[in-house]
């Protein structure tokens, strides 16, 4: 609980001001250390992956890169470039 309030703690000193929302991964310390640091007014969401904006955009690049993957093998690669 103790790490939860100084993390949002830090978090306020170093945004500015209080957001709207708080997005975490539903650990059981989070809703009251939001609470205590935040306000009641801040909306607290605990979806699983909704705060990891980064790795949901990348997945249609990683998807087309992992289904090419056999190209950039050698051995795999090679009887194809031949044919050309």
């Known amino acids: 609980m103790e790490a939860a309030l100084l993390f949002f703690m830090q978090a306020l000193a170093v945004v500015g001001h209080t957001p709207e929302q708080v997005i ?20 607290h969401r605990t979806k699983k992956y909704l705060n990891n904006c980064l790795e949901q955009d990348h997945r249609g690049i990683r998807t087309t ?3 090419h993957a056999w190209f ?8 194809l470039l031949l044919c050309f």
């Open 24 to 43: 975490t991964d539903g650990h059981a310390s989070y809703p009251r250390a939001v609470r205590e640091t935040l306000g009641d007014q801040v909306l």
């Open 65 to 67: 890169v992992v289904s």
């Open 72 to 79: 950039w093998k050698p051995y795999l690669g090679c009887p």
